[in-house]
């Protein structure tokens, strides 16, 4: 594990010098910029509804960040070869999927940043110009809330990369992640529907036993979504935050284990 | 560094009855190198000869472990290709480079250099002096995605000397290369031997062998044909002769009725050949003529008559 500096650095480099990248902030921006106009086009909750629409704008550009950058970082190395060039240095497959992930995780950490940062703006500027007494940015919250999507788009990068090291296509792995993504955003909230049931409904044991089998198999991603709290000021237990913070590391932390027990198998010819 | 200060000699590469079979759906059941063996000596420069597909790149990824041997182990600098730490002695050059196109040649060698375990000031020294040496020193920050082929190609280069590697692995070095490319490359390699350093490269183009190469292996449908050291191989005694006159060929003709020999002409010279029994004969012959004599080769088979010989074999012996 001595190489992962440069691998991670000439991979943030690639992630920051493409064009994607800007196209992407450049739409944010503007996404951001319309935020005043579009809070008030509802009635009430001015503010509270500028740092949600703030925050979703983060996640859905985040979201598609790191879907592309994920697929297109190590697809591009594998079609193109140039993973031969790497390899053939001395640096282990386990080097490189760690020192990509770490590329991946530092172009995630420093776009969240910045879109974090023009939310805040936007934020800011509706709570400044607006007569919503009501309306005040809890701004701890809001914060929280940033982490936890990087967290989670950290998360999701690594599922990238577990089906990364072993599909046959750059569409197959994305189409993967894409349904993972989908599961794991509503497998938390199935779950609990299935359990309180409704009444009249009669829930299938075996069904219920299969969602609850996802809920452990497949990342809980709605652990990481603070945005109604910070939205509404709703206060967030520590122990929610701890419990999602180490399920997010710990997560990562088995898809790149087994990213780079896959990737010390496989041959590149 | 030069060859004499270096410790005692050791076999750089060796394949010890090394097999390849592919086994994905596609290449199922195709042996791409079959029971190779070979070592390849300190200092010595091997070239790696075979037509497309004969199994050079396969038996070079083995080397560099992207791919894995059916049967059989290679061994670099005496450790097994899988340990990883031996590559940081190593240099490699790929068929067609692809780098990372968004780097600069400055920031590819950087890379190269940490990942080989280099400082920050050898990697700068390295990358002055190997950026001067392929002449990218003036686009030294200047994107790759704008480079030539041949610009990659030197960067390439560059890249895999830039930890001064005891083993060299070129896979068709000169392939892609404008003439001036080739004598860069071509130097390069005469520097690496004159160091001391192990070269291992494949190719087909046959003049570049025979310039370069100690020793010589022709590769054919995965197996190994023929190890010998050029000189061996080249080192033959003459089949015929080519003479060559300033005359035209019905004057020649008819100097030479009723002795054996085949004429060509070109550019008012007239061209003879004649198996090495009937020289003297022919040279009695020309009589007056000789005065024209322009030259008198010997003809020998060359390295290209070799390499035939071994695909009509190998077409004839294996599957």
Known sequence: MTHLWPIAKITFLEGLRSRVFFGLFIVALLLFSSTYTLSYLFPRDVVKVAVDLGLGITSLIGLILTLFLGTQLLAKDLEQRTIHMVLAKAVSRSDYIVGKFAGLAMIIVCSMVVLGGFASVASWTVDRLTADQYGVIHWPIFLLALLMMTLMLMLLASVIFFFSSFASSTFLALGLTLVIYLIGQSVEELKHFLETGAEGVVISPVFLKIVTGAYYIFPNLAAFNFKAQAAHGLAVPLADVVWSFLYGVFYIGVMITSSAWIFRRREFS | MCYANRGPLVDSIIFDNVTKTYSSQSTAGRVAVDHVSLSIPQGEIFGFLGPNGAGKSTAIKILLNLIFPTAGHALLLGKPVADTAVRSRVGYLPESPNFYDHLTPEELLWFGGKTSGLGASRIKERTDSLLGLVDLGRVRRQRLRTFSKGMIQ??????????????????????????????????????????????????????????????????????????????????????????????????????????????????????????????????????????????????????????????ERADGELP
């Not at chain 2, 025979?210 to 010998?228: F, H, N, P, S, W």
């Not at chain 2, 009589?287 to 060359?302: C, F, H, N, Y």
């Open chain 2, 154 to 311: 030197r960067a390439g280069v560059a890249l895999a000397l830039v930890n001064d590697p005891d083993v060299v692995i070129l896979d068709e070095p000169m392939s892609g290369l404008d003439p001036l490319g080739r004598r860069l490359m071509a130097d390069i390699i005469r520097r690496l031997k004159h160091d001391g350093k192990t070269v291992f490269f494949s190719s087909h183009i046959l003049h570049d062998v025979e310039d370069l190469c100690d020793r010589v292996g022709i590769i054919v449908k995965g197996r190994l044909m023929r190890v010998a050291g050029l000189a061996d191989v080249l080192s033959v005694p003459a089949t015929g002769w080519c003479l060559i006159v300033r005359a035209t060929p019905e004057t020649v003709q008819s100097h030479l009725i009723g002795v054996a020999a085949a004429y060509t002409t070109r550019g008012g010279l007239t061209e003879i050949k004649t198996v090495e029994k009937d020289l003297a004969r022919v040279l009695d012959r020309l009589g007056a003529l000789k005065e024209d004599l322009v030259s008198a080769i010997p003809v020998r088979p060359t390295l290209e008559d070799i390499f035939l010989q071994e695909i």
